[in-house]
């Protein structure tokens, strides 16, 4: 069973994590505004029950040997919409009782023990059920504040329903909620909008990339935006570079498909006319002494292309074993001159080997392949009798391996550019069935496994081919 992968999104990721900063600060921010509130509409409550403690205070008189309160004066009481309950007592008698309370003649108003000229608000409960808030005080009449005759201190019990800043409350508390909600809506909305803004380059970018065709013969690249986006212009740059290798290298596997099947048809049609031929005449002298040996020598040419398309693929890969050690370049390229005798009975003769540190640290299969392919490379393709020159320059990174010789076939600076592509022959017309265009194309793979670098330099009619970053084991000096 296949695993399917979760996918997200930047976009939903991006108006979520907004969302949540600005919902936690306006929650915040509507959560201090709800505190104030409730804390305004708290003190405003109590200062308007003390006003009307004091405004009560104030209609308390003496009179003779007693106290007397005139409720008359209290109209604001009946026109205020929450229920209220006060009680007057003089000393430990009660003189004085709202008209509410008459409804409950049991029921009689906190009195608690307070120093004189005090006051103290609590809540309570008042006696019809609700809850409110009560005022008490023990107090001189105005009379006897301004006199020393303290005969007749009073205490007064106001009770106040806070019923009425309750609703409020609530009302501004469900409105905060409302307008937290739709501020959350409005803010997710415009986040959502920025966010399609934002990623509006992206969005045409990806637009441009789908109307790319890899396949094209033409190298075609994202155009460049009028207004560009410092995010943006590193992955546009990125894409273009990818597109290009990418066309650039299927338009080399194109080619290289192309050569190989040039290549291997060449023989194959070769086989069939000798075989049809033979099949016809099977008589004709001619044909039947030679049959064998031209089917042979076939078969070793495509043996050939073979086992060169088979080494480039093994080096193309990270497969190849690298093993270092301590190898004599004199000697192997000695071994590559013997093992070329049979191609160029003039070897001897026209390599000259420039070597005096001959000792490098490296694999042996790799640099007898490598020396192999620019050896023969070098005496097929330089004029006949002319010196190839093998040599090893010291140099800061360490040395260079130098093949160089002389080219009767004028190179082009294209011909340089594609000269380590797969089956790549500056001679077009292939009049050699020897030839397949790999051998530097294997050199160039292995230069890579081992870290090497390979370089061409074409000057004069004169072509060089160095490979740099070999290791010099610092032997002894030895003069060839």
Request: with cysteine.
């Amino acid at each position: 069973m296949y695993k399917q992968s979760q996918t997200s999104s930047i976009k939903r990721n991006l108006v979520n994590s907004i969302s949540l900063v600005f919902g936690i600060i306006i929650f915040a921010v509507y959560l201090s505004i709800d505190l104030s509130l409730d804390s305004w509409v708290d003190k405003q409550f109590d200062k308007s029950l003390v006003n009307k403690a004091n405004y009560m205070k104030s209609l308390v008189k003496v009179s003779g040997d007693r106290l007397t309160f005139d409720d008359d004066l209290l109209s604001e009481f009946q026109e205020d919409e929450d229920a209220h309950f006060y009680q007057l007592w003089s000393n430990s008698s009660s003189f004085k009782r709202s008209q509410s309370l008459a409804q409950y003649p049991k029921i009689n108003l906190i009195k608690l023990t307070l120093p004189l000229n005090t006051n103290q608000l609590l809540d309570v409960t008042l006696p019809n059920g609700e809850e409110g808030r009560a005022f008490l005080s023990y107090f001189l009449p105005e009379s006897e504040q301004l006199s020393s005759n303290h005969e007749h201190p009073a205490y007064l019990a106001l009770y106040q329903s806070n019923r009425s800043s309750e609703s409020m409350l609530v009302l501004i508390d469900i409105l905060l909620v409302v307008t937290f909600f739709m501020s959350i809506a409005v803010m997710r909305y415009i986040a959502i909008r920025i966010v399609d803004k934002g990623l509006k380059p992206l969005q045409t970018m990806n637009a441009q990339i789908k109307q790319i065709g890899i396949d094209q013969s033409s190298v075609t690249e994202l155009p460049e935006p009028d207004l560009q986006f410092d995010e943006i212009e590193p992955i546009r740059k990125e894409l273009n570079a990818f597109i290009k290798a990418n066309q650039v290298f299927l338009q080399n596997e194109k080619r290289l498909t192309g050569d190989i099947a040039h290549e291997l048809k060449t023989p194959i049609a070769e086989i069939m006319s000798l075989s049809e031929i033979y099949i016809r005449y099977p008589e004709d002298e001619r044909i039947g002494e030679t049959y064998k040996q031209d089917m042979f020598k076939i078969a070793q040419r495509m043996k050939k292309i073979v086992d060169n398309l088979l080494l480039l693929q093994k080096t193309s890969s990270e497969t190849i074993q690298i093993e270092l050690e301590a190898i004599d370049l004199y000697q192997l390229v000695s071994e590559v001159m013997e093992e070329l005798t049979f191609k160029f009975s003039d070897v001897d003769n026209r390599i000259q080997i420039l070597i005096d540190k001959p000792l490098i640290f490296g694999d042996s299969f790799s640099l007898h392949t490598i020396l192999q392919n620019l050896i023969d490379n070098a005496l097929f393709y330089s004029p006949k009798g002319s010196q190839v020159t093998v040599s090893l320059v010291p140099e800061q990174a360490g040395v260079v391996l130098e093949v160089r010789n002389q080219v009767h076939t004028v190179l082009a600076e294209q011909d340089i550019a594609h000269l380590l592509e797969p089956m790549y022959q500056a001679d077009q017309s292939r009049n050699s069935n020897d030839r397949y265009g790999l051998g530097l194309s294997i050199v160039n793979n292995l230069c890579r496994l081992n870290g090497y670098q390979l370089g061409v330099v074409y000057q004069g009619g004169e072509i060089c081919f160095r490979v740099q970053g070999l290791e010099d084991t610092s032997a002894e000096t030895r003069k060839y």
